[in-house]
């Protein structure tokens, strides 16, 4: 079917759209083995962003002609097949570099264009896909990393997931939407897919219809994070199981057709919320779908940030899952064959990535699990970790992204390392470092947020710094972090944060968390402290 681009005649279209027009960019597909077969130079130039819709972006600097991939994992769960044929792409091709990333995907660094039609095969075979993974279209769908195992669901997932990726893959209907779009799709009750922060998600619900209680999904819309973060709204509507994918068609179709492509960084779906308002939002959307049910009740009860260390019972009897902790969510490739071969000994081979960057190994029956936990892989990638290292997200910062002002991979596990070494808390605080507003580390949620940018030092030399936030959440429907003035330069960070932790540790109260702290204490107090630090440090 032929999409009429009812935008086109916009005068103030911005000069990618006018390129969409010409091109889509799925296409690049069709272009790929020639590029492939003639090198890196024969890619015109103007081409390069079309490569997002493969998944691919060309990483730091781009001239070198390296890039990188996304691979997406619907709500992150990996078979063996799968697990392996990633950990040999990365060993084969991507420098041994694997990294989770923030909505559970897996990214690779480092590939040429002479060895991409070949990962794309290898993947195809596994049933694995980077298409979409970038680009103007919809994303990698985020979901409950437990699903189908999880006592905390309403109900499993995992085949509306399925059906829903699998409409959107490679449909050239939805692959020019104003910008990128985000979705997220889960029943577990503590908010594990990060409903808040994505431009529409399907949150666990009940209604009663008929005199019998049912279930089904509340419908968020409009969030996002970026420069201009924004929480989802919560339309008005009970959605059934087997109406997601109608409503989901629904809502990316009001995207394509009346989101904003004027101008690049006010066009995704949270700006056209936020102007419409969720009445009439839910009025247009009605228009496609026909009448929906009004609301239920929550299903939801708290907010775990992704985080499922530990071992736990799953609802099949006999069955454990155990929850992992990978720092910044780095992994070589030797790592992940290990993890194969564990998953494989003592569950049944799958395991699956967390939005916290962290994996989770399924399926262990309960008489495995001694073994499992005496695994030496397992002292590297632990299931009690310490309070910083293991709650500590990072994006991939400038080592290879062209966005990224500072380095933030390192830097994060080496601070978080630093904290951990130096302080002794009964809480975790959860740090995520960004290095640039775009936000991939989602620094607008974190307890405490660390936006990399470029300040000038006391000899006006242009350096690395941090600037930081507090008091990030999305329990009760999201609270953004907020910006304490100041910077800090990156060599000062890990003492800044030690002495800026420590009136954490003297003055909270037994087993308070960081964000009760923030709100007790308030903003001022804590600049204050800040302000206090800073004047030292620089006195140093």
């Known amino acids: 079917m032929t999409v009429e681009k009812i935008w086109k005649d916009n005068p103030k279209l911005n000069e990618t759209e006018k390129k969409k027009l010409v091109k889509d960019g799925l296409k690049i597909y069709d272009d790929i083995p020639y590029y492939a077969k003639n090198g890196f130079e024969s890619i015109p130039k103007e081409q390069w962003d079309l490569f ?108 509306i997931v399925k059906e829903v990726y699998e409409f959107f893959q490679f449909n050239e209907e939805f692959s020019n939407l104003p910008r990128k779009y985000k979705m997220s799709i889960s029943t577990n009750k503590n908010n594990a897919s990060n409903a808040e922060i994505n431009c529409i998600s399907f949150v666990p619900a009940l209604k009663e219809i008929d005199g019998k209680e ?75 779908t026909g009448e929906l049910l009004p609301k239920g009740t929550g299903f939801e009860e708290n907010w775990n940030a992704g985080y499922f260390y530990g071992v736990h019972p799953q609802k099949q009897k006999g069955l454990n899952y155990v929850g992992l902790s990978i720092p910044v969510g780095r992994l070589h490739s030797k790592d992940v064959f290990e993890l194969a071969r564990i998953v494989k000994r003592y569950g049944n081979g799958e395991i699956r990535n967390c939005n916290s960057q962290n994996l989770i190994l399924p399926n262990i029956p309960t008489a495995n699990l001694d073994a499992l936990l005496k695994e030496p892989l397992l002292d590297k990638f632990t299931p009690v970790p310490p309070k910083f ?39 975790p605080v959860r740090i995520h ?27 006006k030399e242009l350096v690395e710094a941090f600037e930081i936030y507090v008091g990030g959440t999305l329990a009760n429907g999201g609270k953004l972090n907020e910006k304490l003035k100041g910077k800090v330069e990156s060599p000062s960070l890990h003492l800044v944060l030690e002495k800026f932790l420590q009136h954490f540790q003297e003055k909270k109260l037994p087993s308070e968390p960081y964000l009760e702290y923030v709100s007790r204490v308030g903003i001022e107090e804590l600049q204050n402290h800040l302000n206090k630090i800073l004047e030292t440090v620089k006195a140093s």
């Open 214 to 288: 049912t279930a089904g999904f509340h419908l968020k819309v409009g969030g996002g994070l970026s420069s201009a973060p924004h929480l989802a709204q919560t339309l008005d509507v009970f959605v059934l199981p087997h109406q997601v994918k109608e409503v989901a068609i629904a809502v990316t179709t009001i995207f394509r057709d009346f989101g904003y492509r004027e101008k690049r960084h006010h066009s995704r779906l949270k700006f056209l919320v936020a102007d419409w308002g969720v009445e009439k939002f839910k009025e247009v959307l009605q228009k496609y």
């Open 389 to 427: 290292i293991g709650y500590s997200v990072a994006c991939t910062g400038n080592e290879y992204c062209n966005l990224a002002l500072v380095e933030t991979k390192a830097r994060m596990k080496e601070t978080a390392s630093y904290l951990d070494e130096k302080l002794s808390l009964d809480v």
């Open 433 to 459: 470092m960004v290095g640039c507003p775009n936000s991939c580390g989602q620094r607008a949620i974190a307890d405490i947020g660390l936006q990399g940018i470029k300040a000038r030092n006391e000899k």
């Open 52 to 159: 997002k819709w493969a998944g691919c972006y060309l990483q730091k600097p781009k001239e070198a002609g390296y890039f990188m991939m996304r691979v997406n994992v619907p709500s992150g769960i990996l078979t063996y097949d799968q697990l392996v044929t990633l950990a040999e792409i990365a060993r084969d091709y991507g420098r041994d570099v694997y990294d989770i990333t923030t909505r559970q995907a897996i990214q690779f660094h480092w590939l040429t264009i002479e060895q991409i039609p070949d990962i794309f095969k290898r993947l195809e075979k596994v049933g694995l896909s980077s298409a979409g993974a970038c680009g103007d279209i919809t994303r990698n769908i985020v979901g409950n990393p437990l699903a189908g195992i999880d006592p905390n669901e309403l109900f499993d997932t995992t085949p």
